[in-house]
């Protein structure tokens, strides 16, 4: 293992952590809309960890067009993606 490693690793880690400890303050929402995850992470990052069952949409309060994803799931994701599943242009 290299610096790079240890210092990505180290990153993402304080930034999981620091999320983690903002939503059990309070501070940040456990779940965050769909939109808002598109805002964040990109659309594609997103429909691609949906259609692969990463993630999961949930309905938040019983509303059907307002669909939610538990941020700490969201962001563990988004730190931990490769690109392996990624489909070359000339495979879509």
């Known amino acids: 293992m290299n610096l ?8 993402n880690t304080t930034t999981i952590g620091a999320a ?15 939109s808002e995850a598109y805002r ?5 990052n997103v429909d691609r960890w949906v259609q692969e069952g990463l993630i999961h949409l949930r309905s938040a309060n019983g509303k059907v067009l307002y669909k939610c994803i538990d941020r700490s799931k969201l962001e563990a994701i988004a730190h931990s993606s490769n690109r392996i599943t ?5 495979e879509r």
């Open 86 to 90: 990624y489909l070359p242009v000339a």
């Open 20 to 34: 983690k400890a903002l939503t059990q303050a309070g501070v940040l929402a456990d779940q965050i809309s769909k």
């Open 40 to 44: 964040l992470f990109g659309r594609s």
């Open 4 to 11: 790079s490693d240890l210092t990505s690793i180290l990153k």
